[in-house]
């Protein structure tokens, strides 16, 4: 079954059947349409209450629609209104508007009165409000002459404004002679009633221009009092006194309001100091949302007032001496207002229907009925309608049924006036809605479809959706009365075509609409919450999706109003950019998407930060000798809470334009206890600290010099330290001005010895920082204070420090000193201390004199300059590390203080055994021939002993880089020059040449040469080398040998044999090379990058002739730098100093043979 809306007479209960809908008779929803028979209606009227201007024309408002058109009548003060006589009305054509022309002649005062407007036609007449007209007034004030009012301070005062009576009544307000408002306050305030409220008076409210003002805004006016003027006398003391009340009077009041109006309560009192006013309801509470404080809480206002607000209002007005309370019963009245305004009703012939007219007030109205403007009592009879109090039933109407019916609803307050028609029609079913109507819908949101219609009697509506006209059920659809198909929840699948369709028993008509889904517009990227620092930039980004047939508008506003015209705001396709970010930037800032059907909004605040504004106001209170209270006031935070404050001072008298750090408080405090220093001129600034930094220091306090007092401490770094042997050199770190606590800063020194018996010796100095007690004794320890005092005092009694007077050199040489060579290069050294008293002065340790006297092997004297050793404290022996081997030593042994060195201990020689020598300085190869070589060479630079002999060994490299037997040949220690013979021509050999001592070998040198080739054997190989078949057959060999590579390369990556240069890095003696003696096999060797040697120890330069790198032979080898220590167990603690010359590095680092290496590692 479709849907449908039926006439309620022909309802039944339709359990779960297609939903049907009743219209009971009343076509309240429904318009009748203009073309038909219907009785006027009033469209428009003047209001009730019509307060004029007397300069202009008078215009009261009467339109009305009917068919046929109404025509217009008035009544004037009850009776009718000829307008036809009077030359200056004249009424608007097609409508009832009257318009009085005063502004030629005439006076409003003629035209005051009510006036009441009829709109008739054949089906009845239509009444307008009774329409009151009353000239506005804004009359003059009556000259009065006002005596100045002169009175002490602290006393109330009240100035009347007493403002001419107006209509509408004026608003009032208080300014002076330049037209500025007079401050209002607490104390200060102006009453409802329009005068000015003192609640005690102060010598700054005296003034000769108080002057009150009346502005009637229905006719622009402005309207002046006399001044009145007002002499506050100064009292010498203020007599308290508790509150009283200035208005209203009494201790109780009644009020009376009409509903709907605003309650305004007031209470202003006096007294002093000034009350503070409290509000409450007795027996009840404060309407949360409708309750407002004005006049700094002395007028209570309730918004929309109903009778529920009925009941007692009590005000408190309290200060220090005590309170008092007023109380106000309050009853709200109200002129009556509409429960059920009656409304035009469409009926058939024969059809039945109601008109109901229920209002309420109170008291309770009155309702009467009247018809076609004439009271229902005398009104011509009609029997198809029956009047029962507030409701009018018809019963088997007719066409001469049809009327207009006005009721009124009417109390002491006011009255209600409302017009229902009743009109008789017989017409079939019309649409009216146009038809094809497209209607565009976003997805899941309701939509509406709409199918206005009328007709007489009511039509049932059906709809249907689709060609096939499938009716629609009520599980998804709500067809409400008047016609309209409503979908909750509209899908894709809702687009289509739905079809209207109105029945009555006169007719059928149907109306298609179009309905299209669209896809909603949503914010995909909103703009996100933003802290920004002044002058930075900030950018707010709004990315839309939405539907692809409707086209949106991106707008941006900024606390719901546009965005500031300002050329720092920039907007693009999805972002707004704020530049050069000011705090009046902050705000929220909402990106909305608009289409023609939807649109969507997203928020974002942006709170602009900084460093906060500094504090100010500065006060110093509670000012005492070493403590004063400093309040400010803070800055603005600038959106980033305060944490800290920070405090400092300048002491101007000390050091004036520097700033200290006083103290630091939370950035929840004012105020800051601060301690005080005696004599110092202080003066104060705070700086506020947020999370982005501190702020400008606030303006400097007022200045606070603090009085003198002795001082609270003594100066530090006491020491006492003699500079010559005979005196005691007092120092310490004087006290700064702002220690000082005082004028006259002075020192009293006071020093004696410590081991003595003698008084202390005591005197006074000036703001110096040393003294010099002159005739000690040498290194004897005193006892020293150092005491500050000024001119109000001394310091606290000082702690006493010892000092010594000046050192001298020590007496006495360390006795028995020993050596005990160790080995080649250290000898360790013990002898006895010195007696302490000997000392004279700190013992700074014993120091070793060292040096190498002569040559074992030369016994030639050559001069070195002196070594020393130094062993701190006590120490009676150490260690002497880095010696020469094969060398004459001679050391002494002295104490040292701080003033320097004692004698030095007999000198004792000692030597040092053998070593090892160092490489030969040199090795270079001279005249090559077929079959020999002569080798040069130098002696070592360091022989470390007397050479035995020389050790030279050599073998021979092939083509193919493989090395081939050692040869080992012992040369005389004497011999500078030795020739080998019997090579082979035309080959390389390795050489590898050391020196020996009776200590063992020394370090080798190692260096190659070639044999010169044989010319003879050269021209032939050359004349060969020319023919072809030897060319041929050299092709042949070397393609032959690449096959061989590469298979031994392949074979060597599977592991081949073990290179020789592994062995030779483990053994660097070429006598244990790998070499295969018995079967005369060479072993690898390797001569890559043009024969360059693998170690450091066999470099040769470009002439050939090797150098042995030199090295320091230093003692920093055995310490830090040169100042190096050894241990009790011989291990290097004494520091080393003097100079000593580069000498050649010993040979206790054995040089490497080159490692021989597998020729095919050129192919790796």
Not at 240 to 251: A, V
Not at 661 to 689: C, D, I, K
Request: hydrophobic share 35%; proline share 8%.
């Amino acid at each position: 079954m479709p849907l449908k809306i039926m006439p309620k007479k022909k309802c039944s209960s339709a359990g779960r059947a297609p939903l049907m809908l009743f219209l009971c008779q009343v076509m309240s929803a429904l318009e009748v349409p203009l073309d038909l028979v219907q009785p006027p209606t009033i469209t428009q009227q003047s209001p009730k209450d019509y307060i004029i201007d007397p300069r202009e024309n008078i215009v009261i408002q009467c339109e009305a629609k009917g068919k046929p058109p109404p025509s217009f009548s008035w009544t004037q003060n009850g009776t009718h209104f000829d307008i036809d006589k009077d030359l200056l009305v004249t009424m608007k054509p097609g409508s009832g508007t009257l318009t009085i022309n005063i502004m030629s002649e005439g006076k409003a005062e003629t035209y005051e009165g009510v006036y009441q407007c009829t709109a008739r036609n054949e089906r009845g007449a239509a009444v307008s409000n009774n329409i009151v007209i009353r000239p506005s007034r804004s009359p003059l004030w009556t000259k009065e002459k006002l005596e100045p009012i002169t009175l002490r301070s602290g006393q109330s005062l009240v100035l009347p404004c007493r403002p001419p009576i107006g209509l509408p009544p004026p608003i009032i307000f208080w300014m002076d002679n330049s037209f500025q408002r007079l401050p209002q306050s607490e104390r200060v305030s102006q009453g409802l009633n329009g005068d000015l409220y003192f609640s005690n008076v102060l010598p700054e409210d005296t003034r000769e221009d108080y002057i009150c003002y009346a502005r009637f805004n229905h006719t622009q006016t402005i309207q002046q009092k006399q001044p009145i003027s007002v002499k506050v006398i100064s009292a010498k003391s203020h007599r308290e006194r508790p509150p009283t009340f200035l208005t209203p009077e009494g201790n109780a009041s009644r009020k009376e309001e009409l509903r709907g109006n605003v309650l305004s309560l007031e209470c202003i009192a006096e007294g002093l100091p000034t009350p503070v006013i409290y509000w409450i309801k007795e027996d009840g509470t404060l309407p949360l949302n409708r309750t407002f404080y004005r006049n700094f809480k002395k007028t209570l206002q309730i918004v929309q007032v109903t009778e529920a607000d009925s009941g007692n209002y009590q005000c408190i007005a309290k200060n220090a001496l005590g309170a008092i309370h007023h109380t106000i019963s309050v009853t709200v009245k109200a002129a009556p207002y509409w429960i059920i305004a009656p409304q035009n009703l469409v009926l058939s012939p024969g059809e039945d229907g109601t008109l109901i007219c229920r209002a309420n007030g109170n008291p309770k109205p009155r309702i009467s009925w009247l018809s076609n403007g004439v009271p229902i009592e005398i009104a011509p009879d009609d029997p198809s309608r029956k009047i029962d109090g507030d409701t009018i039933i018809f019963s088997n109407v007719q066409e001469r049924s049809s009327a207009v019916y006005q009721c009124n609803a009417s109390n002491e307050y006011g009255y209600l006036l409302a017009n229902a028609f009743v009109n008789v029609l017989a017409e079939p079913p019309r649409i009216l809605t146009p038809a094809n109507t497209l209607y565009q819908v976003i997805s899941n949101r309701p939509a509406l479809l709409d199918c206005a219609f009328f007709g007489s009697p009511l039509p049932t509506i059906e709809w249907f959706k689709g060609a096939k006209g499938s009716a629609l059920h009520e599980d998804i659809y709500v067809l409400h009365e008047n016609g309209t198909l409503e979908i909750p929840v509209a899908q894709k699948d809702s687009t289509g075509t739905y079809t209207c369709v109105a029945r009555n028993k006169l007719g059928m008509a149907t109306n298609d609409v179009h309905l299209e889904i669209k896809d909603p517009t949503r914010i995909i990227k909103q703009p996100e919450y933003a802290v920004v620092q002044r002058g930075n930039t900030v950018s707010f980004e709004c990315k839309v999706k939405h539907d692809h047939t409707l086209i949106p508008t991106i707008t941006w506003l900024k606390d719901h109003g546009e965005l500031p015209s300002d050329g720092r705001f920039t907007v693009d396709k999805d972002h707004l950019v704020v530049a050069d970010v000011n705090d009046d930037d902050g705000g929220t800032y909402t990106c909305v998407a608009n289409t023609t059907l939807d649109n969507v909004s997203a928020s974002a605040v942006l709170s602009v930060v900084d460093v906060p504004n500094p504090p100010f106001d500065l006060e110093l209170t509670d000012q005492l000798d070493r403590s004063v209270q400093l309040s400010w006031t803070p800055g603005d935070d600038n959106n980033s809470p305060i944490t800290k404050f920070i405090i400092e001072y300048e002491d101007a008298m000390h050091e004036p334009g520097l700033w200290h750090h006083q103290t630091e408080v939370p950035g929840t405090q004012t105020t800051a206890q601060l301690r005080l220093s005696p004599y110092v001129n202080y003066s104060f600034r705070v700086m506020a600290v947020n999370n982005l930094g501190r702020s400008l220091p606030s303006q400097a306090s007022e200045q606070y010099l603090t009085k003198a007092a002795e001082p609270d401490k003594n100066p530090t770094a006491v020491e006492g330290l003699g500079s010559e042997p005979d005196n005691l050199v007092i120092t310490w770190k004087p006290l700064n001005g702002f220690e000082s606590n005082g004028p006259g800063l002075q020192y009293k020194v006071s020093w004696r010895q410590k081991d003595g018996d003698d008084e202390w010796t005591s005197v006074v100095v000036a703001n110096v920082s040393k003294y010099i007690v002159s005739g000690t004794p040498t290194f004897v320890p005193y006892l020293i204070r150092v005491q500050a005092l000024n001119d109000a005092g001394f310091a606290p009694e000082p702690a006493a420090v010892m000092g010594h007077s000046g050192e001298d050199l020590p007496m006495v040489a360390p006795g028995n000193v020993r050596v005990n060579v160790v080995n080649s290069t250290l000898a360790e050294v013990h002898w006895d201390p010195v007696p302490l008293k000997s000392i004279r002065g700190h013992l700074q340790g014993y120091r070793i004199y060292y040096w190498k006297a002569q040559s074992s092997s030369t016994r030639n004297r050559r001069h070195i300059e002196k070594k020393i050793l130094t062993f701190q404290g006590s120490k009676t022996h150490g260690m002497l590390p880095g010696l020469e081997p094969f060398s004459h030593y001679t050391l002494n042994v002295r104490v040292a203080n701080g003033k320097g060195e004692g004698p030095a201990s007999p000198d004792r020689v000692f030597s040092t055994p053998e070593g090892v020598p160092s490489a030969p300085s040199s090795l270079k190869i001279v005249n090559p021939t077929l079959d020999s070589l002569t080798l040069e060479w130098e002696p070592p630079s360091h022989p470390n002993g007397i050479l035995i002999e020389y050790t030279l060994k050599y073998q021979p490299i092939n083509s193919t880089h493989e090395l081939g037997p050692l040869v080992d040949l012992k040369i005389p220690a004497n011999k500078t020059r030795w020739t080998l013979k019997n090579l082979n021509f035309s080959t390389r050999y390795k050489f590898y040449f050391y020196a020996q001592t009776a200590a063992g070998s020394g370090s080798q040198i190692t260096e190659e040469a070639i044999t010169t080739v044989d010319e003879a054997m050269a021209s032939r190989q050359v004349d060969i080398a020319t023919q072809g078949w030897f060319i041929g057959l050299m092709c042949a060999v070397a393609l032959l040998i690449l096959i061989l590579l590469i298979v031994c390369f392949i074979r060597r990556n599977k592991g081949g044999k073990y290179p020789v240069k592994e062995k030779e890095d483990a053994h660097a003696d070429p006598e244990i090379q790998p070499m295969k003696e018995d079967d005369g096999t060479f072993g690898e060797y390797s001569d890559a990058e043009d024969h360059k040697p693998l170690k450091k120890g066999s470099r040769t330069p470009s002439d050939r002739t090797v150098k042995k790198e030199d090295s320091d032979d230093s003692l920093v080898d055995y310490g830090e730098g040169v100042n190096g220590q050894f241990n009790e167990d011989g291990s290097f603690i004494g520091q080393y100093s003097g100079k000593k010359e580069k000498e050649p590095a010993e040979g206790n680092e054995s040089s490497e043979a080159p490692s021989p290496v597998n020729a095919m590692n050129s192919f790796v």
